[in-house]
C-alpha cells in the first residue's frame, strides 16, 4: 500500500480556476511534505514546502497541512496552461532522517485555455 | 533550466547489457539521489549520498546496481546486466542538506529491449 497517497489522480479545471489537490500519509512517522512539479520530458521541480500545521502561501499557490489527519493539500489559484503538469506529493519522516522522500503517485492537472 | 546535469538523456540496452548514467549535481550541493521513475509515475528511491559517502540505499541484493559519488567526478549509476524492468527514468537529485529541497535532473531514460 502506497504511504502516500494523492488524489485526485487526474483533474482538470478551466484557466483561472482554482485547482484543489491532496495528499494523505499513512505513516505517522511523515511529518515533512513537499510539492514538487514534473512537466512533460523534463524532471520534477520543487513548488513548496509545509512542515508545520496551517497554511502556507507562495505567489499562487497554497499549501495545507493537518499533521494530525496527516493531510496535505495545495491549491493553485488563477490557473495558467503552464500549470498543466503532473503534480506530486512528497514526505520524509522525523526519525532517521537521511532526506529519503517518499512519493505519491501523483495527480494529473490539466488546464483548460 | 535544470542545474543538475544528467547524462545520456536516453540510453537503449539489450537484456543482459551494462548501462551507466552520470550526474553532476548543483555546484555547492553535497547531497546527491537517485530515484527510479517507472512508467505508472512510482517513484522508487535507490541511494542518496553525502561527500561521496552513502547515506542510506535500498537492499541492492541483486547487486546489479551500483552507484558512487567520487569526489571531482560526476555521480554515476549503473545497472551490470539490465532487465526489461528496469527499463524507467532515471532521476538524479541535489541538495544543500540531506533534509532540504531536492533539484532535480531531466532524468536518463533507460529501455531494455
Known amino acids: 500500500q502506497q504511504k502516500v497517497q494523492q488524489s485526485p489522480e487526474s483533474l482538470s479545471v478551466p484557466e483561472g480556476g482554482m485547482a484543489s489537490l491532496n495528499c494523505t500519509s499513512s505513516?505517522?512517522?511523515?511529518?515533512y511534505f513537499w510539492w514538487y512539479r514534473q512537466h512533460s520530458g523534463e524532471g520534477p521541480k520543487a513548488l513548496m514546502?509545509?512542515?508545520?500545521?496551517g497554511d502556507k502561501k507562495e505567489g499562487r499557490f497554497t499549501a495545507h497541512l493537518n499533521k494530525a489527519s496527516l493531510h496535505v493539500s495545495l491549491h493553485i489559484r488563477d490557473s495558467q496552461p503552464s500549470d498543466s503538469a503532473l503534480y506530486f506529493c512528497?514526505?520524509?519522516?522525523?526519525?532517521?532522517?537521511?532526506?529519503?522522500?517518499?512519493f505519491g503517485l501523483g495527480t494529473t492537472l490539466q488546464v483548460q485555455p | 533550466n535544470s542545474k543538475v546535469i544528467q547524462t545520456p538523456r536516453y540510453l537503449v540496452k539489450g537484456q543482459g547489457q551494462k548501462a551507466k548514467m552520470r550526474c553532476i549535481p548543483e555546484k555547492g550541493h553535497p547531497v546527491v539521489f537517485w530515484y527510479q521513475q517507472n512508467k505508472n509515475n512510482e517513484f522508487k528511491f535507490l541511494i542518496n549520498f553525502q561527500n561521496q559517502e552513502v547515506l542510506q540505499q535500498i537492499d541492492m541484493t541483486e547487486k546489479r546496481f551500483s552507484a558512487e559519488c567520487p569526489s571531482n567526478s560526476p555521480c554515476s549509476l549503473e545497472i551490470q546486466s539490465s532487465e526489461a524492468g528496469d527499463s524507467a527514468l532515471y532521476l538524479c537529485?541535489?541538495?544543500?542538506?540531506?533534509?532540504?529541497?531536492?533539484?532535480f535532473g531531466e532524468g536518463s531514460k533507460l529501455t531494455v529491449l
Open positions: 512528497a514526505a520524509s519522516g522525523l526519525t532517521g532522517n537521511t532526506g529519503k522522500l517518499i
Open positions: 537529485a541535489s541538495s544543500l542538506s540531506s533534509t532540504g529541497q531536492l533539484y
Open positions: 505513516d505517522r512517522n511523515f511529518q
Open positions: 514546502s509545509i512542515f508545520s500545521d
